[in-house]
């Protein structure tokens, strides 16, 4: 049986929801060395980061607007408390990883909105990471200035 598809050919498979036993969907987003835990809820649109609202944890706009995407795309801003705690990596790490992991409690809160994510890209881990650095180099690839004399 193919995954994906139900029994029934052509008919797809029904998505059902899941949360926890305080009613909250949970996930866990990544990119480069962050790792993110998410929690959504019903609310007003609060978003807190590791105990601090997003704008002071994530001071660039940049990296607020893309915390914000999934809800954009899915007509949902404003709708959702998120509280989520992220470690590893610098900033723009960190906020890919909460944008992956509000996106995939979104689709647990919401399986509705699975194909609306998929297509947008936000259910898709970036799976690129720093390349290690090599013995004989300066960094991963750079070489070290040849000199003749």
């Known amino acids: 049986m193919v995954e994906g598809v139900s029994a029934n050919v052509g008919e797809p498979i029904k998505r059902e929801q899941k949360l926890d036993k305080y009613g909250r969907a949970y996930a866990t987003g990544k990119r480069k060395s962050s790792v993110s835990r998410v929690w959504i809820k019903p609310g007003s649109g ?3 980061v590791n105990g601090k609202d997003q704008e ?15 809800f954009l795309v899915s007509d949902r801003e404003g709708q959702y408390d998120v509280f989520c705690t992220v470690s590893g990596g610098g900033l723009s790490g960190q906020a890919g990883a909460v944008r992956h992991g ?5 689709d647990a809160f919401e399986p509705d909105l699975h194909s609306v994510l998929k297509k947008a890209g936000f259910l898709t881990r970036d799976s ?6 090599k013995y004989g180099r300066r960094k991963a690839r750079r070489r070290f200035q040849f000199s003749k004399r």
């Open 128 to 133: 690129r990471v720093v390349e290690r650095k």
């Open 56 to 70: 002071t944890y994530f001071a660039r706009a940049v990296l607020r607007m893309m915390i914000g995407q999934p």
């Open 102 to 106: 509000i996106s995939k409690a979104l």
């Open 46 to 48: 609060r978003v807190l």
